[in-house]
């Protein structure tokens, strides 16, 4: 009987504990709202947008920015954006 009993009291505290887990997880959850401060779409004209450094133009090692959408995309227009096109540059 002392048994039963123990297995009945372990089995309780396990589902105790998976509750307060469970109630701990659902109060901490918060509701989330951003104000966007910035946003760049690097659509038409985002060379007049930007500043492009002159810092190495002189020694020829400035590297060039292009806008792409990548080699992976799903709407080209929406997921354009600006990377390096050369490499070992600076930027």
């Known amino acids: 009987r002392s048994h039963t009993s123990a297995a009945t009291f372990r089995s ?9 887990r469970g109630l701990l997880c659902l109060c901490s959850a918060t509701v989330v709202s951003g104000k966007i401060y910035f946003s760049e779409t690097f659509g038409e004209g985002w060379e007049k947008r930007w500043t492009v450094s002159k810092w190495k133009d002189a020694e020829g090692t400035a590297g060039k920015w292009e806008a792409t959408a990548g080699k992976w995309f799903s709407d080209e227009a929406e997921d354009t954006g600006i990377q390096t096109a050369q490499d070992s540059r600076f930027f």
């Open 12 to 20: 309780a505290q396990a589902c105790e504990g998976k509750m307060r």
